[in-house]
């Protein structure tokens, strides 16, 4: 098997035509550069120099191995380089996400991805946390944006994001019907969540149980955006994250419910399998975690100014009515 510590020993001594610069431009003696290239013709199997002709040349077969010799050292210094500096990093990165991360900062994190990676290519996956940690598991992902709890933890690496705070919004249609009786936003109004493979499903149903609501009716749905259009259509309470609806919220398309125990927050995690290339996959977590977090401040930032107008519902059990507050 060929070493590369002898074909640099080689190519230097024909490029430099002495062992002893040879020996200097590697930091060796001339004995073990000699050495190195006598193992080399044992390994071959033929004399690769000339060793008496001064300079020292290359033998007719040395003359047409060090041309592959030049290669492979090329070739090694190149793939070296994958591991030297991230920013070359050219395979096609296979990412996950869920679609609630997909609506919200993933565009910017697109954005600055490829401009850290100028080089990089995406594949693009858009599922349900527990499929893209199966994914990622089954080697069929490199690095998803999800919910954790899924894979065994001695198998990845993860980063915490940014969480989502949770609302329930309803159509303006619904807002007189609230403040019927206490119990009609639990009984007469269907809810509408994600898919039940989904864990804010699961969030759901435990939060309306601790409420006291029983036998809640809730529309699983695949997908964030038909959520949005079924609750704005006033097909039900949508559970939803709130920064993704702020804009229909702010333009009285839709009114948040005052919860008395507000909905549990989402938390996600961006993750990788601790086998993969460990310095690109935490540089890029980084960047999801900055992106995150600046889409978050941004969002509360637009809830808190005195311009906001989202309007809440608060539905009263001892009046009968329901309040509209700005």
Known sequence: MLDFKELEAFVWAVRLGSFRKAATRLHLTQPSVSER????????????LERAARPIQPTMRGREFFVHAERMLHQRD???????????????????????????????????LTERYPRLTIELTVDYSPVLNERLLGNELDIVLAMNGYSPQKQIEYESLSPYEMGMFVSPRHVKQLGESADTWGKQLPF???????????????YLA???????????????????RMTTEGLGIGALPVATVLDEWQRGELYR?????????????????????????????????????????????????TLFSGRWVTASASSGTTEAMH
């Open 78 to 112: 190149e793939a070296m380089k994958l591991f030297d500096d991230e920013e070359a990093f050219s395979a096609p990165l296979r990412l996950g996400t869920i679609e609630t991360i997909a609506h919200s900062w993933f565009p910017e994190f697109m954005r600055r």
């Open 192 to 206: 509408i969540s994600f898919g039940k493979q989904a864990r804010p499903y699961a969030e759901l149903v435990s």
């Open 37 to 48: 290239i006598s193992r080399l013709e044992t390994t071959v199997g033929e004399l690769l």
């Open 257 to 305: 419910l005052s919860l008395p125990v507000p909905l549990p927050a989402m938390h996600y995690d961006v993750i990788w399998r601790n086998a993969n290339h460990p310095r690109f996959c935490r540089g890029v977590a980084r960047l999801a975690q900055q992106c995150a977090c600046s889409y978050a401040q941004a969002r509360r930032a637009d809830m808190t100014t």
């Open 210 to 228: 601790e409420q006291g609501v029983a036998n809640p009716r809730i529309h699983s749905v695949s997908t964030l955006m038909t959520i949005v």
